[in-house]
DNA sequence: GTGAAAGCGCTAACAT
DNA sequence: ATGTTAGCGCTTTCAC
């Protein structure tokens, strides 16, 4: 058939009201399902959308109620290069991003919202990112902050907009957000080891200034004590391989015949196993190693990984309708869901 | 100071028009830059906007202008589950998406234009798609396709919207794309092991349907034939770790002495060094490996992996552009733009 | 160079 | 239950 010649102008409310014989307030009750409405009249119309292949206007739509469908979803995180550098960062190529998108996506495509990505590295993206939202270009935000002092968060809560975080606020605001216990995480990690005999168990931390990490730590620390080890040497490290790497490269040097690591991420981890065998250890035979996060590396690893799940893809969806809930009643009050961690038992502990 | 109590509505045209003493045209023209403005009224202007923290409505100025200023970046998969499931796929989590993301993010953010991100998986979510395009919900859109006998890209091409994909499509389509010289990067890893003098060499192939696993088989095969091998044993399997481990187990069944190996991907490369550690082959002095992608996980291969380098992100980037350009001159012929993969030497061969 | 006025396509009172 | 009407906030001829 085809869309016949020239421009072709998509076809209005209008339009279709005149095929149908009704008027365009009818045709936009059937449109948007609107009870009233008489079942002959109804089919006329819809035969007549059919007929035109009519697509409604969300552009109108939205100049005049308001709403756009579309949630912004926010990655925050300090400008790499102090110059404007065109290329994005390390975020997206972390398996956790995905895993995130994945379980936004999810929750939002069954109800037709879609998610704007918004890089935001600097105060003029921050400022942007804001008046968007307090326009309504986007009716809501979900952040991904990877930035201790991120002042975004405490900015959102303060425009009042629909806003939640993935992962606590590293700075309190009134935000929701969902998280897991990350404490009680790193405790299932120390029982892990301390039921394997470990004697001489450290730590590989993740940097310390971020909130995640230094529950991690804490959580394990704690218990630790209670088991009897009393001190956790723990050496810090950025949450990735490398960082993993040298943290692990420092502990050893420092006590050689360890026993038992904690890792504060399934990256970490990997990196430690890699200086573990590098330095002649085996794993789990000379020293047990537990990671935290279950990403999709902790398979890659040899031996696989023993670790802490945290089930990211149905936080991010809890993120989503937290969001939307908020969207829907924007005077609900600030929640937060904070999830279940589980020890998943591979062969590394 | 406070944006004051109520519903604080954003202030219009009209009202900085007002606080300015001019008319809406002219605040208009001063927003978006028109040259012909008096200076002095323009500063007046400007202040106005300053003052009132005017910010232009997107709705309103894409209903008359018919653009919006977002993309789709669209990602289509054929469903897993028959059954609509809500927790999106597989795709998410490999490294690829998050380079492609931040690539195409690198691009669009200077210009002011965000992603909008849209899961296709069935036919009515095309449709959708197909929609949102015709009636200018979205400008243009940038499709990662992982389905060989995907009809979107066709649909898109014939719909005359703006459309880019990554990846030549798997259907021939009259559509603008980025790609990476598939064949060539094949024959770059095949000179690579001839030179380390491997003689029995295998491959493991990626998913025959797939027009990028069949070229770098192709270019593989003929590089080798040239060589003087002119079989070369080969095992399918998905692009994954498993489906590597997998193949690698099947050709070291039949061909227990073979001495270098291409997979199709890091990933299945990853598994493939697995298989071979399992077997008691050691790599690179019992058997060589060479990967494809340089992705994130070659270096955290053990030993790491010696891999065809592809550049996603520029492809992206690249891909992005193509995209701004078709959209601004509708009427410009599809191009392709493919790119030159490099050898990067590590560990394992 | 600037303003007046006409819509872009839609929804939401209000009237009928 | 349906039609009429008045905008939503903006850009863009068209006069001046």
């Not at 995905?98 to 993206?125: C, K, Q, T, Y």
């Not at 420092?250 to 050689?256: D, F, T, V, Y």
């Not at 890792?263 to 981890?269: F, H, R, V």
Request: proline letters at 9%.
């Amino acid at each position: 058939m085809g869309t016949g010649p020239g421009p072709a102008r998509r076809p209005t409310l209008e339009q279709v009201a005149k095929v149908a014989g009704v008027s365009r307030a009818t045709v936009s009750r059937v449109v948007n399902g609107v009870e009233s409405v008489d079942p002959g009249i109804r089919e006329a119309v819809e035969r007549a959308v059919a007929d035109t292949g009519y697509v409604p206007n969300r552009a109108a739509r939205s100049l005049v109620t308001g709403r756009t469908g579309t949630i912004g979803l926010v990655v925050s995180e300090p400008r790499a290069e102090p110059a404007g550098g065109p290329p994005a960062s390390q975020v997206y190529a972390d398996p956790f991003f995905g895993r995130i998108v994945a379980g936004v996506l999810g929750e939002l495509a069954p109800r037709r919202v879609h998610p704007l990505l918004i890089h935001v590295d600097s105060a003029p993206a921050r400022d942007e990112l804001l008046a968007r939202l307090g326009q309504g270009d986007v009716d809501g935000v979900a952040l991904v902050s990877v930035w201790p002092d991120d002042p975004l968060p405490r900015l959102l809560a303060a425009s009042g907009a629909p806003a939640v975080m993935f992962t606590r606020p590293g700075q309190p605001a009134a935000l929701s957000y969902v998280d897991v216990a990350h404490q009680q995480g790193a405790e299932l990690a120390a029982a892990r080891l301390i039921a394997r005999d470990c004697r001489r168990v450290v730590a590989v931390a993740g940097p310390a200034d971020l909130p995640a990490a230094r529950d991690r730590m804490d959580g394990f620390r704690a218990a630790m004590g209670r088991s009897g080890q009393l001190s956790v040497p723990s050496a810090e490290g950025a949450f990735s391989l490398a960082g993993g790497q040298q943290a692990m490269a420092r502990l050893l040097a420092g006590i050689p015949d360890l026993d038992g690591v904690f890792a504060a991420s399934d990256l970490m981890a990997q990196g430690a196993l890699i200086t573990l065998a590098d330095h002649g250890h085996l794993v789990p035979g000379d020293v047990a190693v537990v990671g935290f996060d279950d990403s999709s590396v902790a398979i890659a690893c040899r031996p696989p990984l023993t670790t802490i799940r945290q089930p990211v893809e149905e936080m991010a969806a809890e993120m989503a309708r937290l969001l939307l809930a908020r969207i829907d009643d924007p005077d609900q009050p600030p929640r937060s869901v904070i999830f279940e961690p589980a020890l998943v038992v591979r062969g590394s502990a």
